[in-house]
Nanobody, 115 residues
């Protein structure tokens, strides 16, 4: 079992920056990818960005050129650098760890962007 734990959320003004961190513990040897998802109020959860063990990244169109996902050398920690934040980025952000036939979710961290 894998347990992702997020940190770094908070309240920021539009145009500001935040950095989210996610550290995964447990059976880490077969994690294939880690990513960030978000769920705005009243909406479905959506992919924000992901990174594979090989370093390939994927971004939602709405965050390209503003958000950057990166990974620590240990590969069980991922970061999401969020710049030029907009009110529509307000959501609960969840970390996800994926392996062959499974995935695990963190508890989520709130990001609120005020206008």
């Amino acid at each position: 079992q894998v347990q992702p734990v997020e940190s770094g959320g908070g309240l920021v003004q539009a145009g500001g920056s935040l950095r989210l961190s996610c550290a995964a513990s447990g059976s880490l040897f077969n994690i294939k990818a880690m990513g960030w998802y978000r769920q705005p109020p009243g909406k479905q959860r959506e992919l924000v960005a992901s990174i594979t063990n090989g370093g390939s990244t994927t971004y939602a169109d709405s965050v390209k050129d503003r958000f950057t996902i990166s990974r620590a050398n240990a590969k069980n920690t991922v970061y999401l650098q969020m710049n030029s934040l907009k009110p529509e980025d307000t959501a609960v952000y969840y970390c996800n760890a994926q392996g062959p036939g499974w995935d695990y979710w963190g508890q989520g961290t709130q990001v609120t962007v005020s206008s």
